[in-house]
């Protein structure tokens, strides 16, 4: 089992900057490769970023491609998403995930995919 807790959520002017952070307990953190995902109301839960173990690769979706990096520290146990130039549209609760895998460069956007998810964390942009 691992737990995983997202912070810095919050209400912020559309053009403005956040940082989600994810942290991780309970297994061995450089075992999983780590996504964020993001669900708005009356819609599904969709893919944002993801990063592998090894942190030599990433993946966006192109909706925020550019304007969100993903970063990981494997001494701290922590996933990061920095948010900038934020848009009414990113409005929504954000989700960290885990996916135990043997592949240290994999990385993964599928929902189903992933074997564990933190309770998520409020994102709100004011336009």
């Known amino acids: 089992q691992v737990q995983l807790v997202e912070s810095g959520g919050g209400l912020v002017q559309a053009g403005g900057s956040l940082r989600l952070s994810c942290a991780a307990s309970?297994?061995?953190?450089?075992?999983?490769?780590m996504g964020w995902f993001r669900q708005a109301p009356g819609k599904e839960r969709e893919f944002v970023a993801a990063?592998?173990?090894?942190?030599?690769?990433?993946y966006y979706a192109d909706y925020v491609k550019g304007r969100f990096t993903i970063s990981r520290d494997n001494a701290k146990n922590t996933v990061n998403l920095k948010m900038n130039s934020l848009k009414p549209e990113d409005m929504a609760v954000y989700y960290c995930?885990?996916?135990?895998?043997?592949?240290?460069?994999?990385?993964?956007?599928?929902?189903?995919?992933?074997?564990?998810w933190g309770q998520g964390t409020q994102v709100t942009v004011s336009s």
């Open positions: 995930a885990a996916k135990e895998v043997a592949y240290v460069h994999g990385i993964y956007d599928g929902l189903k995919e992933y074997d564990y």
């Open positions: 309970g297994r061995t953190f450089n075992s999983f490769a």
């Open positions: 990063i592998s173990r090894s942190s030599a690769f990433t």
